[in-house]
């Protein structure tokens, strides 16, 4: 299994930007599970601070949870027919820059197994 994000860049406030965490290899099994059994989850770590879960998706996609400075402004969705994760990004402001991780939790314990390399976001005021 194999996490790819792409979809990052350098906005100015007040911009959107939507990433993208495509899962590829070996047909995105692992432990007996597709893509569509794991819930997932978006994370972000600015320099010189901790990484922190921004938003998590259930496998089924019933069931989402966002930090609150997030709340109203990122939206998480998945395409379980692509193998696909989304976090689409509204309203960006300074504090949201971050390198982006996307994260695959395979038994539903929030112990996240597969981890991409990330993508960067850049909000300039």
């Known amino acids: 299994v194999q996490l790819v994000e792409s979809g990052g860049g350098s906005v100015q406030a007040g911009d959107s930007l939507r990433l993208s965490c495509v899962c590829v290899g070996s047909g995105c099994v692992a432990s007996g599970r597709t893509f569509s059994r794991f819930d997932m989850a978006w994370f972000r770590q600015a320099p010189g601070k901790e990484r922190e879960s921004v938003a998590s998706?259930?496998?089924?996609?019933?069931?989402?949870d966002y930090i609150d400075s997030v709340k109203g402004r990122f939206t998480i969705s998945r395409d379980n027919a692509r193998n696909t994760l989304h976090l689409q990004m509204n309203s960006l402001r300074p504090d949201d820059t971050a390198a982006y991780f996307c994260a695959a939790d395979l038994n539903s314990d929030r112990e996240y197994e597969y981890w991409g390399h990330g993508t960067q976001v850049t909000v300039s005021a």
């Open positions: 998706i259930s496998w089924t996609g019933a069931i989402t």
